[in-house]
């Protein structure tokens, strides 16, 4: 299981999951990392495609929120490269946009294995329950 755990005195342990938030734009970076660490998730960032792959390599997280336009490549690109992989395979990837709001779009990140699609503004409960669900059926089916 690859969950994070925060010891609290006198509390039982808070397993929070690892969300890898990768967006070019800092504002919606800022403002998703924060809502999502007050929501008990654990953030870390990429800007680009390439941070993204290196830090996948390093740090491999419960669940990918990824950006599609991205200043190296796309998210699209990003999301199929961690699909042929079969050490990353598995990690569940939610695609957000704040520009590619089109069918086109959403059918081929579908396509490429995403569990979600998610467009600007985004609803953050909503983006919990979606990354939460992620990553209990990924934990479901790593332990299956």
């Known amino acids: 299981m690859n969950t994070r755990t925060m010891e609290t005195?006198?509390?039982q342990s808070l397993h929070r999951?690892?969300?890898l938030l990768v967006d070019d734009n800092h504002t919606h970076q800022y403002s998703l990392g924060r809502h999502l660490h007050e929501s008990g998730?654990?953030?870390i960032h990429a800007h680009t495609g390439a941070e993204t792959l290196s830090l996948v390599s390093v740090r491999q997280p419960d669940v990918i929120?990824?950006?599609i336009h991205?200043?190296?490549t796309t998210g699209f690109d990003i999301c199929q490269r961690l699909k042929e992989n079969p050490e990353t395979e598995s990690i569940p990837v939610v695609f957000h946009s704040a520009t590619y709001d089109t069918q086109?779009?959403?059918s081929q990140a579908t396509d490429l294995g995403a569990v979600s699609f998610l467009s600007y503004p985004i609803d953050i409960e909503h983006l919990v329950s979606v990354l939460?669900?992620?990553t209990v059926r990924?934990?479901?089916n790593r332990k299956a």
């Open 138 to 140: 990924a934990q479901a």
């Open 70 to 72: 991205l200043p190296d």
């Open 41 to 43: 998730f654990d953030v």
């Open 132 to 134: 939460r669900g992620a």
């Open 9 to 11: 005195p006198g509390l």
């Open 65 to 67: 929120l990824l950006d």
């Open 17 to 19: 999951s690892l969300v």
């Open 104 to 106: 086109a779009a959403k």
